[in-house]
């Protein structure tokens, strides 16, 4: 995915700078970037699933939703 920011007429260079990064912020090409870091097996996966539900139903319990 190619991002491009082109200087506005009288904007500084930290202003420039500034708007690419929230750019880049609000597209999620970190998050995106992040996932792919490093290899997660199939069965991983399902364990850090499983997980994340179970974090989940605690603390729906917890606060008293259902």
Not at 4 to 28: A, K, N, P, W
Not at 36 to 65: C, D, I, L, P
Request: proline share 0%; no cysteine; hydrophobic share 30%.
């Amino acid at each position: 995915m190619s991002m491009q920011v082109s200087i506005r007429e009288g904007e500084s260079q930290e202003s420039l700078l500034r708007r690419f990064q929230r750019m880049v912020q609000t597209s999620g090409v970190l998050r995106e970037a992040k996932v792919y870091r490093h290899f997660v097996s199939r069965g991983e996966k399902e364990r850090m699933k499983a997980q994340k539900s179970a974090r989940r139903r605690r603390r729906q319990m917890n606060t008293g939703q259902r």
